[in-house]
Nanobody
Framework: QVQLVESGGGLVQAGGSLGLSCAAS????????MAWHRQAPGKQRELVAI???????HYADSVKGRFTISRDNAKNTVYLQMNSLKPEDTAVYIC???????????????WGQGTQVTVSS
């Protein structure tokens, strides 16, 4: 089993910056892709950014040029640096990871509990 714990959310004014982190813990696992999703009240969950194990990244059009996803494989941690924040970025940001137990070919998807990001206008 893999546990994901996010940190770094909070309240920021429009135009400001916030950094999120998500640490994965567990025993004897290998993490493949890691991602950040977000869900605003009354809206569907959406993919914000994704990063593969070799560092390839993909961003939602709405955050391109403003958000940067990165990871530290040695720490099993993924980060999301958010700059030039807008009120419409307000949401619960949720970390996700695809991981497999070492020696297994079965890949499971794991989710964190989420961290609130609120951008005031």
């Amino acid at each position: 089993q893999v546990q994901l714990v996010e940190s770094g959310g909070g309240l920021v004014q429009a135009g400001g910056s916030l950094g999120l982190s998500c640490a994965a813990s567990g025993s004897s696992f290998t993490i493949n892709t890691m991602a950040w999703h977000r869900q605003a009240p009354g809206k569907q969950r959406e993919l914000v950014a994704i990063i593969t194990s070799d560092g390839s990244t993909h961003y939602a059009d709405s955050v391109k040029g403003r958000f940067t996803i990165s990871r530290d494989n040695a720490k099993n941690t993924v980060y999301l640096q958010m700059n030039s924040l807008k009120p419409e970025d307000t949401a619960v940001y949720i970390c996700a990871a695809d991981a497999a137990q070492i020696g297994s070919f079965v890949v499971d998807e794991y989710w964190g509990q989420g961290t609130q990001v609120t951008v005031s206008s």
